[in-house]
């Protein structure tokens, strides 16, 4: 008795309906990380549109010198060290700057791209929540050409975490733990106002001290909230400035705002550059406390606020008068 032929057998074909099939599509867009592409001729980058997002090219500004930041020598000398190690290839740190808002961390790293952009320093921007694709930016650096002179630093403004935060682990393994964390073209650049960058709550201490924890190593807890920042090798500390330091900021940046606006053809407007000599005027200086008194504090943010405020000002009095 001969067997039938399975051959003969019809086929049946199983279709998706469409819909179903578009949002599979988008789903998998939405999961999928686009192909990272990085041109070293590209000065800074900024990563946009959160886990399926991309490096955005960044037209930088580089009118903000080194030598335009004042009462912070120390963190700064400590930087540019670190980051000239880092552009001749020698070994160098990631960096963590903690301390008082607006006391120039920031602007540190603005003033950096300036100096050494033509060495070959490359600015990555990233936002604490699109960490995860960290990785994905180290393969990218890491597929240039072997002879691409460029060296890139990850810059997160403003990082600090949550205790349900799990994306900080991610930072941990690019900067010491990953096999292949140790690269010669990338370093971690990070300013927070919280030292240890991740919250440290006094129950805590009290749990474990009354025993009154579930945990059966509760210390192990305690390593875990300084494990991120023990590997950044280096840490600057920024602290509050004082009067001399703040006025001294003041003054150098009106010069250097009023000296802009009679350097600009388009702008022919009275200006106070003549008279600034090498000391505040009292009625500047005595509105310049004023500001810093009633923003809270004295930094070189509030320091430049007040000079804009005082330049737009005297400009637009200037205007008016002539009206």
Sequence with gaps: MSQPNSSSKPTTHYALPTPLLDLLSQYLQEQV??????????LAYRWVGGHNGHLEPLA???????????GIDTQKSKLV???RQFLKGYPANHVLMTGTRGAGKSSLIRALLQAYHSE???II???RDDLKVLDKIRAAIHALPADCECRYVVYCDDLAFNGQDESY???KSVLDGALDSEQDKLLVYATSNRRHLLPQLMKDNVNIYNGQTDEVNPYETIDETVSLSDRFGLWLSFHPMDQTTYLQIVHHYLYMQQKHSVDNENNNKTT????LGNALPDDIRAA????????GGRSGRVAYQFSRYWIGKTQLDAEDSQT
């Design 288 to 295: 310049a406390l004023r500001w810093a008194s009633e923003r």
């Design 60 to 70: 930088v500004n580089l009118f903000l010198s080194l030598d335009d930041l004042h």
């Design 33 to 42: 990380t686009p192909t990272i592409k990085i041109d070293p001729a590209q």
């Design 125 to 127: 921007e990233i936002a």
């Design 120 to 122: 070959g320093l490359r």
């Design 81 to 83: 060290q670190n980051t």
């Design 169 to 171: 682990r991610t930072l």
């Design 272 to 275: 106070d550059v003549e008279v």
